[in-house]
């Protein structure tokens, strides 16, 4: 399957990155699998830690994507 530089570079995909392909009934979903964080005891609280190193994380500009999200739409 070809997904396109652009998606790819705005979701953080790169060559064996794993996806997840989900059908309903408006059409097909892929989603980024990515590793959850871990939840870590902090004295009595649990803390959500990520399991990924910083420089192995997507940047993502949220407000431009959820802008974009909200443009496609008249």
């Excluded at 609280?45 to 999200?69: G, K, N």
Aim: glycine share 6%; hydrophobic share 45%; proline share 9%.
């Amino acid at each position: 399957m070809v997904i396109p530089a652009a998606i790819r570079d705005r979701m953080g995909l790169s060559a064996g990155a794993q996806i997840e392909i989900t059908e309903d009934e408006t059409g097909i979903r892929l989603e980024r699998v990515a590793d959850g964080p871990k939840l870590v005891r902090i004295g009595r609280r649990l803390v959500a830690r990520p399991s990924v190193p910083p420089d192995a994380r997507p940047a993502l500009d949220i407000a431009a994507l959820v802008e974009e999200e909200r443009n496609r739409w008249p």
